[in-house]
């Protein structure tokens, strides 16, 4: 669905363009300003294939940023999460906000071009952990390509907006979701997905970027032994290294290993390195009873980008039973280690130690702790395989682990300035409570982790507690060394990707709704702009006639989670549509008003509750809602609060949407196959008992989120 804006625009933007360009072959300097300058893009995810997220833009410098101001800001035709890294390539940008729209802006004033709504249908969003967001684009000779949440891969005409091909990468009834950005790597599409929790088998498929047509797919565990090879590619790493590192029947449940968010691409070695997800279940003695390291779980995977073939593996967390995913961001650079240049990859994984490696064999250059982390004692350098602590392992005994499932780094990317030699990371502290289910059973189309969802007391006092073990933090880190060089606290964990720039700035948001900048040698704060909402995605920057602008897109959040019940409210807790935000030097605008009014509170019904009740329904909240509505029924903003919802008010109103499906369309799905009458009311039991226990602490007057 296609919106051409204006086509007029378009055409001026283009012959604005080409001027410029006839200027620069003249060698014109007739301006008393700048000389018509080349415009300087953004024109991958990670701004080059290596994922580094530096800009050697410096117009932007410490000595200026103070005078920072917002140019223009750009609203989203929809509500809920925003994730998205924007592109800019010839004086547009191109930027996808929640259920995988894409816009097409002028880069300098922020004119819509075009706007394209896949029509994702609302109940797949039963199917998105964390909610409908989508993390951006790639743009290729003149192809705009997005991964839909619905599973198809649709490339766009970059002028128009309209559909050139479209491939369904899975079936929209499985439970998977693409939420990450494709990468075109060699002239390939390379899209993977999520849903290792609802029970998946991952992959990854590589597209011709022109035709669409499929090349090639690589499954990243191995599928029922009775059921042969895959047959599409070589057989050979999944046969020989993979399967024999499994046992039991972990097709049953999936076996996870899905490819969610990163990937970065190096054209010398013509080698495509995907960052693989966490096992399904968690619980590794449901998924492989004997053991076994689960290849290729948790791992880093270089691949063949014309044929998927593989090159090498690096497994981070063998036999991973703490979703500990190495999804996080890749990144590639050349470092100065022990007197010689090394082609690096580098990455800070969820499981809280930063790797080096070396990306042209996959071998461990060095590995060590970026965050607080009590899985396993160190990395062997010989065999690059982690010491794993005496009782991390929770699946008989619960345990203390940390990090959390939210991981010390989560999708939120890390910038590298080579200059500084220095790595900014989006980084926290996180402590997960873990218990395994001993009672598990696998249920088609829900969460499966295998874990016991402890259930949030309903205890303002343990709340807080919880709380306070979470800390976030901008993490300066030195690779080489493998050591910190700097930290900024911020006001709790779960904060935005970064940027670095020539300017020796690092550009970072925060969950306080603050968009920072710092100097990327000291950490001091120098220019900080109030957005109201959050910065989670990567910010970029770029030029257009030799002003340099700095752009990140801006939203409520996702339907954060977290272990533990502890949740990050949002800066305001109104359903606002997110935005893009883009600065430049001298500009005044002011931030656009909230579109939205904050949601009332509705105090919840009276009347004595039923204590086993209160507690049978805390633990269908946990396994039908929480991914949703969030641990408690405390929404972050995206969906309404549960503990404050009209609905809650009688027992019939309560069971319309879950049992009748009546919220469809907006991403409620239907539970009647799921719950039965008396569990809804189980669960509203709970949220009632909630409501009571915490609302005076509800989201967005919370004190105890908002302290360093
Ligand atoms: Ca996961």
Not at 51 to 79: C, D, K, M, T, Y
Not at 310 to 325: I, S
Not at 355 to 369: C, H, M, N, W
Not at 500 to 512: D, E, K, P, S
Request: some cysteine.
């Amino acid at each position: 669905m296609s919106i051409l804006y204006s086509r007029a625009a378009w055409r001026m933007r283009c012959a604005a363009a080409a001027l410029s360009v006839v200027a620069l072959a003249l060698g014109s300097t007739a301006s008393g300003q700048a000389a018509t300058q080349h415009d300087e893009p953004w024109p991958q995810h990670g701004r080059d294939a290596g994922e580094q997220r530096f800009s050697p833009l410096a117009r932007i410098h410490r000595g200026n940023v103070a005078q920072l101001g917002l140019a223009w800001s750009f609203q989203f035709s929809r509500p809920r999460g925003v994730e998205a890294t924007p592109i800019v390539v010839d004086g547009v940008m191109y930027v996808t906000g929640a259920w995988s729209t894409v816009h097409a802006l002028d880069a300098r004033t922020g004119r819509a071009l075009w706007a394209y709504d896949p029509q994702v249908p609302g109940e797949k969003a039963a199917h998105a952990c964390c909610d409908v967001v989508n993390r951006g684009v790639a743009v290729h000779e003149g192809m705009v390509y997005v991964g839909t949440l619905d599973g198809r891969l649709v490339a766009l005409d970059a002028r128009t907006g309209r559909e050139r091909w479209s491939q369904r990468t899975f079936p929209i009834e499985e439970t998977r979701t693409i939420t990450g950005a494709p990468r075109v790597a060699h002239g390939v599409v390379v899209i993977g997905h999520g849903g290792a929790e609802y029970g998946v088998r991952g992959y990854v498929t590589g597209y011709d970027a022109r035709t669409g047509k499929r090349l090639w797919r690589f499954y990243t565990v191995p599928g029922n032994p009775a059921d042969g090879p895959d047959g599409e590619i070589s057989d050979m790493p999944l046969r020989d290294l993979a399967a024999p590192t499994w046992n039991g029947r972990w097709w049953q449940y999936g076996g996870g290993g899905t490819v969610w968010d990163s990937m970065a691409y190096d054209s010398e070695l013509d080698l495509l390195y995907i960052g693989v997800g966490n096992g399904s279940p968690h619980n590794a003695s449901v998924r492989s009873p004997g053991g076994g390291d689960n290849l290729f779980l948790s791992s880093i995977v270089a691949l063949r980008p014309r044929t998927g073939a593989y090159v090498w593996h690096y497994q981070t967390t063998p036999g991973d039973a703490w979703d500990y995913t190495a999804t996080q961001p890749i990144m590639l650079a050349d470092l100065d280690i022990d007197g010689q240049r090394r082609k690096v990859l580098m990455q800070a994984p969820k499981n809280g130690f930063f790797y080096v490696l070396d990306r042209a064999t996959g071998k461990l250059i060095s590995a060590q702790k970026y965050t607080a982390v009590s899985w396993a004692s160190h990395v062997d350098k010989a065999t690059g395989r982690p010491q794993v602590a005496p009782g991390a392992r929770y699946e008989k005994a619960p345990a203390l682990v940390q990090p959390s499932q939210l991981g010390g780094h989560n999708w939120q990317p890390m910038a590298y300035d080579p200059r500084a030699g220095l790595v900014f990371i989006p980084a926290m502290e996180s402590t997960a409570y873990m218990v395994g289910d001993g009672q598990f059973r696998f249920r088609p189309g829900v969460w499966n982790t295998g874990v016991v969802d402890p259930p949030m007391p309903p205890d303002p006092a343990m709340v807080a507690q919880a709380r306070q073990a979470y800390r976030g933090y901008l993490l300066a880190w030195d690779p080489v060394a493998q050591r910190e060089a700097w930290r900024v606290m911020h006001p709790g964990p779960w904060n935005g990707g970064t940027l670095a720039t020539a300017g020796g700035l690092v550009f970072q948001g925060h969950n306080g709704g603050l968009f920072n900048a710092y100097d990327s040698a000291s950490g001091q704060l120098l220019w900080s702009a109030p957005i109201r909402l959050h910065a989670l995605g990567g910010p970029i920057t770029y030029t257009i006639d030799g002003e340099q602008y700095v752009a990140v897109a801006v939203g409520l959040g996702t339907s954060l989670h977290l272990s533990g019940g502890v949740l990050m409210p949002p800066a305001e807790h109104a359903p606002e549509r997110g935005r893009v935000l883009v600065f430049r030097l001298g500009a005044n605008a002011p931030l656009p008003a909230a579109t939205e009014p904050a949601r009332a509170v509705v105090p919840p019904p009276a009347g004595a509750l039923d204590a086993a009740a209160v507690a049978r329904g805390a633990a269908q909240f946990a396994r039908y809602c929480a991914q949703c509505h969030g641990g408690g029924g405390v929404a972050t903003g995206v969906l309404p609060d549960l503990r404050s919802s009209p609905y809650l008010q009688s027992a019939a109103l309560f069971r319309v949407p879950p049992l009748q499906g009546a919220l469809r369309e907006r991403g409620m799905p239907d539970f009647s196959a799921h719950l039965h009458s008396e569990d809804v009311e189980a669960i509203r039991s709970y949220l009632i008992a909630m409501a009571r226990a915490t609302l005076p602490a509800a989201p967005g007057k919370d004190e105890g989120a908002r302290q360093p």
